[in-house]
């Protein structure tokens, strides 16, 4: 059986770490990585400036590529919990999973801005992994940043 490989896309808040923990409940494994620098480094803009995270994430993105390998070789379903925002990134990723004999499903979770706002606003009270604080000026920013998938293969999920 080909082992599946979801990669989730979608700005912070969307709900990709909830379908993820999904997943995880039905024997997929889940790679998280917010949850690795979270563990290793702490809060977001708390522990650590916001500023020093691409710098404290690249080292678990490249291990996370290499556990993602490694799961694909064992024959494991797998959900990567990270955003993947850029289409130059989604690309490569669907490229690592075939080359290694996967089968990818590009799940994109799109979300308006207002119930992202409402959905941070309830995130922002708390303190775990997954609880990056995001204040609306920095949600523009993501915006900015983000690559709408379109013709990429990507499956729409509403949440």
Known sequence: MTPTVYLLVGLT???????ALTLAERGVVRLSVDEEV????GRYGVDYHEGDYF???RPVVQEMRERLVAEIRAGHDVVLDHGLWLR????DY?????????RWRLLYFAVDREELLRRLAERNARADANALQVTPEALDDFYARFDVPRDEGE???TT
């Open 155 to 157: 499956e729409l999920i």
């Open 94 to 102: 669907k490229k690592l999973v075939e080359q290694h004999g996967g």
């Open 88 to 91: 130059e990134q989604r690309e």
């Open 55 to 57: 710098a404290l994430e």
């Open 13 to 19: 808040g969307s709900g990709k770490t909830t379908h």
């Open 38 to 41: 979270h563990r290793r480094h």
